[in-house]
């Protein structure tokens, strides 16, 4: 009979928790919905907002072809850029090779064949180095 009572009491304590416990969660979930809502309703707004914007701010096709223009040029530079590095890159590969293949082999050079490689080899690094872009002379001093 007495342990009847302590069950009892714990298990009513249990429930009661229990109960608290839901209780706050769902205070604590409504909270969060309502949140959730107002956060739905500002970003609807701002999205109303934002097309608003969008539609007042449109150019008409007159200012646009200015850019097309720019980005078809930009487009044909680029690929004209790229052409050109890429034969300025076989020219490198294929004036260097032979000297590549000389030092790749181990051979024992002299010194004036040693310093004619190096010069076919420098010269063709010099002509590759030019198709990169110049860099600002400012910039080189800091």
């Known amino acids: 009979m007495r342990y ?3 069950a009892f009491v714990l298990i009513s304590i249990i429930a009661l928790g229990s109960i608290a416990y839901s ?6 979930n409504r909270k969060l ?8 309703v500002d970003r609807m707004a701002l999205e109303n907002l934002i097309s608003n914007q969008a539609l007042s701010n449109e150019q008409p096709v007159d200012q646009g072809d200015g850019f097309i223009k720019f980005l078809s040029e930009s487009r044909e530079w680029a690929f004209n850029y790229i052409e050109e590095v890429q034969k300025q890159i076989e020219e490198f590969r294929s ?15 002299e010194k004036v ?3 004619m490689m190096l010069n076919r080899i420098s010269t063709a690094f010099y002509k590759l180095e030019s198709v990169l872009p110049q860099e600002d002379t400012q910039n080189k001093e800091k």
């Open 95 to 109: 004036s260097v090779s032979p000297e590549i293949l000389v030092f790749k082999s181990g051979k024992k050079l």
């Open 33 to 40: 919905l309502k949140t959730i809502v107002e956060l739905h």
């Open 4 to 6: 009847d009572i302590i």
């Open 23 to 28: 209780a706050w969660l769902f205070i604590k």
């Open 113 to 115: 064949e040693m310093e």
